[in-house]
């Protein structure tokens, strides 16, 4: 079992930042490939982000490139979020998700073995 904490959302302004963190616990964070995901009022979950085992590859949505980064820190069990140039369409719940296939960042939901409870980012207009 793998357990998922994520912390670091909250209200911003359009254009502004957020870094959200995943902390891992209960087993060998380095095992697992890494992804965000976030669900809107009304709207399925989606992906955001995913990134490899080792840091060394990423994946992104088309709607976040260049304004969102995916990164790791296999020594602390964290794996972050850093969100900028925020719009309103972010606005969502947004989870992070343990993939035992360490070496892929897959988009679809059914790759992750493990999810976190979420933590929400609102952004104003």
């Known amino acids: 079992q793998v357990q998922l904490v994520e912390s670091g959302g909250g209200l911003v302004q359009a254009g502004g930042s957020l870094r959200l963190s995943c902390a891992a616990s209960?087993?060998?964070?380095?095992?697992?490939?890494m992804g965000w995901f976030r669900q809107a009022p009304g709207k399925e979950r989606e992906f955001v982000a995913a990134?490899?085992?080792?840091?060394?590859?990423?994946n992104y949505a088309d709607s976040v490139k260049g304004r969102f980064t995916i990164s790791r820190d296999n020594a602390k069990n964290i794996v972050y979020l850093q969100m900028n140039s925020l719009k309103p369409e972010d606005t969502a719940v947004y989870y992070c998700?343990?993939?035992?296939?360490?070496?892929?960042?897959?988009?679809?939901?059914?790759?992750?073995?493990?999810w976190g409870q979420g933590t929400q980012v609102t952004v104003s207009s």
């Open positions: 990134v490899s085992w080792s840091g060394g590859t990423t």
């Open positions: 998700a343990a993939d035992r296939t360490a070496w892929r960042t897959y988009g679809g939901q059914g790759a992750y073995d493990y």
């Open positions: 209960g087993r060998t964070f380095s095992n697992y490939a």
